[in-house]
């Protein structure tokens, strides 16, 4: 009698499996890079339509987020806009909230600045509470300094 497939399998030594993505991190991103993005766009009082054009537009275009749907990034950004209709003061704190979890991670915060500086500059004004909300999103990342965010002194 001959041995099943998956008995004659067994015998084989394991590999360890291919490492993947952990999809929270990457969730974990992508909701942080949303709600920094809404902060931004919030700063000024309100939401242009240029703004959330520039989110979407900067978001796609990052590499780290090809396993997203255009949509996904989308939803994510509405969730925290629609926050920022209902109570910007609770808007305010749960996007710092997911901001907090990207803290220590570089590579993702600088993506996030890069994606926010495209949000302040969607309408043409870089308003000075976009500016102040750039800053404390860039501290709050944990990048304070023109080498490690890309800002001139």
């Given amino acids: 009698m001959s041995e099943s497939p998956r008995a004659?399998?067994?015998?084989?030594?394991?590999?360890?499996?291919?490492?993947r993505n952990n999809p929270f991190e990457s969730?974990?991103?992508?909701?942080?890079?949303?709600?920094a993005s809404a902060i931004i766009a919030y700063a000024?009082?309100?939401?242009?339509?240029?703004?959330?054009s520039a989110y979407l537009a900067a978001a796609r275009a990052e590499k780290s987020l090809s396993q997203f749907s255009l949509q996904s990034i989308l939803d994510a950004f509405t969730l925290h806009t629609?926050?920022?209709?209902?109570?910007?003061?609770?808007?305010?704190?749960?996007?710092?909230?997911?901001?907090?979890?990207l803290a220590g991670r570089p590579d993702e915060a600088r993506c996030v600045l890069k994606v926010c500086r495209s949000v302040l500059e969607a309408d043409g004004l870089a308003?000075?509470?976009?500016?102040?909300?750039?800053d404390e999103i860039e501290?709050?990342?944990?990048?304070v300094g023109p080498a490690e965010t890309g800002n001139a002194a």
């Fill in 44 to 52: 000024d009082g309100e939401l242009d339509s240029e703004e959330r």
């Fill in 139 to 143: 501290r709050m990342l944990g990048l």
């Fill in 8 to 19: 004659a399998y067994s015998q084989f030594p394991q590999t360890e499996p291919m490492p």
């Fill in 82 to 101: 629609n926050n920022f209709e209902r109570d910007r003061e609770q808007a305010l704190q749960k996007a710092k909230e997911k901001l907090k979890l």
């Fill in 127 to 134: 308003h000075p509470s976009e500016i102040r909300a750039l």
């Fill in 27 to 35: 969730m974990a991103f992508l909701e942080g890079l949303a709600a």
